[in-house]
């Protein structure tokens, strides 16, 4: 009787990963758009109690804020006041498509039963599993984010309805087609089909990235430290209490990555503009009126900069040099195409990411001169590129001749 167990078992779990795709899928986005809107949603209802207790406007404008907040993490941008606001808080959006990756890992897991075999799969038979899955995916997380502008966007606030829609579909199809092909197994089938040294040329570049937002978020902390004051004394004039500070400091916390961007900009040397005709950058530090936002203390004081600030453009390609040799520790390599490869290919895809990540940051953000905001996004992609393609490209050469000294000297004791 023992002996048929193994086999219940096996049959339960088959049935498991054989649900309909269709339906797990679609359900999959739809749960992973919702679960984070709530969250929104619940976030506008306490920052409307924890402002003025609920005093002015009723539940349904705390909720419509939520809700807009939420659209605009998708790109929507809304007016306010007759003005513009197009600037996408980061924050919001690492959480949304962190949530899509989970959410898709899980999907993966469950349609994992579908489609052709690991071994028909390396035979080169077709499998849509993964292409069809996070297709269903992205088509019921459109569906929530349809619905939301729907009841959320009045004729005031006039939140697009083709960017949030566009940003979801993106998101759900990268990040959630990804999460899919992991959770099923495939991108670990395929995976043995792409050459070692574009593999490990992708993984220099994640470390390469991951170093560089460690350096710009730790440059951008030491420089709101020294200004702290300045911070303090603007939350002091906008005659913050506890609970408007709370909300402060959650609306920071969407925009945290934004400035990280900045800050990046800012290393690499293009650096960034905080208004029409201003700029922010180791060379020179053009202000004009700024808003009164506790993140802007960390700005610069205005004027010709201190000398040594121009040696913070050696920090972006000792960053991809010390993470290349780092990634090559982990994967060494004795041949010098293949270090070469892996250097710079991952040094400039890094680049070309982290333009793409200032692109995201900037926006505009009021009215006037406040229509410009954000990094110089070519500019910033170029110096990336280029910083982080010969810090990538030095760090394989160095690393590979260690490995190669290791190597004779082990054959040669």
Do not use: K
């Not at 997380?141 to 949030?164: E, F, Q």
């Not at 040294?197 to 440059?219: M, S, Y």
């Amino acid at each position: 009787m023992t002996s048929v167990l193994p086999d219940l078992t096996r049959s339960r779990d088959d049935l498991r990963h054989r649900r309909p795709l269709a339906l797990l899928a679609t359900l999959g986005g739809v749960i992973a758009a919702a679960s984070t809107l709530v969250v929104c949603l619940a976030v506008g209802v306490a920052g409307w109690f924890l402002t003025d207790a609920g005093a002015h406007g009723e539940p349904r404008d705390a909720l419509q804020v939520g809700a807009l907040g939420w659209l605009m993490g998708h790109g929507s941008g809304i007016t306010v006041q007759g003005t513009p606001v197009s600037v996408v808080p980061l924050g919001l959006t690492l959480v949304v498509a962190w949530t899509i990756w989970r959410l898709g890992i899980r999907v993966g897991d469950s349609v994992s039963g579908h489609g052709p075999d690991a071994d028909a799969i390396a035979d080169g038979e077709r499998d849509l599993t993964v292409p069809v899955a996070a297709s269903l995916f992205a088509a019921g997380y459109a569906v929530v984010v349809a619905v939301t502008h729907t009841l959320a966007a009045t004729p005031a606030t006039s939140p697009s309805l083709a960017r949030p829609i566009v940003w979801s579909v993106l998101l759900c199809l990268v990040v959630g087609g990804a999460a899919v092909a992991v959770g099923s197994g495939r991108a670990a089938i395929w995976a043995a089909f792409v050459p070692i040294a574009l593999r490990e040329a992708a993984a220099t570049c994640r470390r390469i990235l991951l170093g560089w937002f460690l350096v710009a978020g730790l440059v951008l902390v030491a420089a709101l430290v020294v200004d702290l004051d300045t911070a303090v004394n603007v939350m002091s004039q906008l005659h913050t209490d506890a609970g408007d500070a709370t909300v402060f400091t959650l609306l920071s916390l969407t925009v945290l990555p934004n400035a990280v961007a900045f800050s990046g900009a800012y290393l690499l040397g293009p650096g960034f503009a905080v208004g029409v005709g201003t700029l922010v950058s180791p060379a020179a530090v053009a202000l004009g009126p700024l808003p009164m936002f506790p993140l802007l203390a960390a700005l610069p004081d205005d004027g010709t900069p201190p000398v040594w600030t121009a040696y913070l453009m050696v920090l972006p390609p000792l960053v991809a040099l010390a993470a290349t040799m780092r990634s090559q520790r982990q994967a060494p390599t004795s041949r010098w195409d293949e270090g070469i490869i892996r250097g710079l290919a991952g040094g400039v895809l890094a680049g070309l990411l982290f333009g793409l990540f200032a692109a995201m940051a900037g926006g505009a953000v009021g009215p006037g001169r406040m229509a410009d905001v954000g990094p110089l996004v070519l500019d910033t992609t170029v110096y990336a590129v280029t910083a982080f393609g010969l810090g990538g490209l030095l760090g394989g050469v160095l690393a590979t001749a260690l490995q190669r000294r290791r190597a004779r000297q082990a054959e040669n004791p």
